[in-house]
């Protein structure tokens, strides 16, 4: 009882909204209007996540991304340590992976952007930017995400949301036709998370999950989208990045996210466009599941990267 009140007067009151970046994106991103209704751990409705991106080679899905305006996914820097290697293709609009859809835009990459100071060891600053090859046109099935701006904050214990094509479980593969999953679990603080991966763990992330497991992204889902909605907007949180060699959504293991707040300013500077919306997002700390990770999980687990290579 105590939660659920908590959770209201957060909801009311600790909710903070401004954005940046032209009037005509702040209009588009973030909307879903076909998003009528949420269930986590299932099948996506079509259109749910407009945003959602599957970055292909030779047909075959490798890792996720989220359309950020007409030009420019955001995606894991780790899904392209060989940038120059093989030729991609970016699939948006798409609620199955393997069957034909009107709904569906394909694009190439013209340009691939890795964090400069991406470090593949710790994992850190794992994020790119990949420029379509033309512009995609926006309708129901295809709309950009807001983007969270630098000064957001996010505590422990909100709701947010993880899409995607990769394993619905350890060594369990998305069976045809590869229906987009959406499961909803709680941020975890990073001093809590901080007790599980110790000083791997830097400020460019965010972690989420649930205690008792079962539950968060796995092989396949990296460079997809966190996300949490405020009001009708949705805002994107973080970058699906690593877990442990475990297994997917051990219990007490969190995964770790690239913190999207941290950069604002590089994807600006990189995208040479005003079209990105960013919208700064705050709440107050209404969870308790923090306490649960800070007393029963401190062992620093062997780590791996949320692809599929």
């Excluded at 030729?87 to 069957?99: E, H, K, S, Y």
Aim: glycine letters at 10%; proline letters at 4%.
């Amino acid at each position: 009882m105590e939660m659920n009140l908590c959770q209201v007067v957060c909801a009311v009151c600790c909710l903070l909204l401004y954005a940046t970046g032209s009037l005509a994106q702040l209009s588009v991103c973030g909307r879903a209007p076909l998003n009528t209704k949420i269930v986590g751990g299932a099948n996506a409705a079509v259109g749910s996540w407009p945003w959602q991106v599957s970055i292909q080679t030779k047909g075959f899905h490798f890792c996720g991304g989220s359309l950020i305006n007409e030009n420019w996914v955001l995606s894991a820097a780790h899904c392209f340590q060989s940038p120059n290697a093989v030729p991609i293709t970016l699939v948006l609009g798409a609620r199955n992976l393997q069957g034909t859809s009107t709904n569906i835009q394909q694009r190439g990459a013209s340009k691939i952007i890795i964090h400069p100071n991406f470090n593949s060891t710790i994992i850190d600053n794992d994020i790119a930017l990949v420029q379509l090859s033309s512009v995609v046109t926006f309708n129901e099935y295809v709309l950009p995400v807001c983007l969270a701006a630098s000064s957001s904050s996010f505590s422990g214990g909100i709701n947010v949301w993880i899409t995607g094509w990769g394993r619905i479980a350890t060594n369990v593969d998305l069976a045809a036709p590869q229906t987009l999953q959406e499961v909803v679990v709680p941020t975890v603080s990073n001093t809590a998370c901080a007790t599980v991966y110790g000083d791997l763990l830097t400020n460019n992330m965010i972690c989420a999950g649930v205690a008792a497991g079962g539950k968060g992204a796995c092989n396949g889902d990296s460079g997809g989208p966190l996300v949490v909605k405020l009001n009708q907007t949705w805002i994107q949180a973080g970058i699906v990045s690593f877990g442990t060699n475990e297994g997917c959504s051990v219990p007490g293991i969190p995964t770790v996210f690239t913190r999207v707040s941290q950069y604002q300013v590089w994807i600006e500077n990189n995208t040479n466009s005003s079209k990105t919306g960013f919208v700064a997002y705050s709440r107050g700390n209404c969870g308790s599941s923090n306490l649960f990770y800070l007393l029963f999980f401190s062992i620093t687990p062997f780590l791996f990267f949320l692809s599929t290579f």
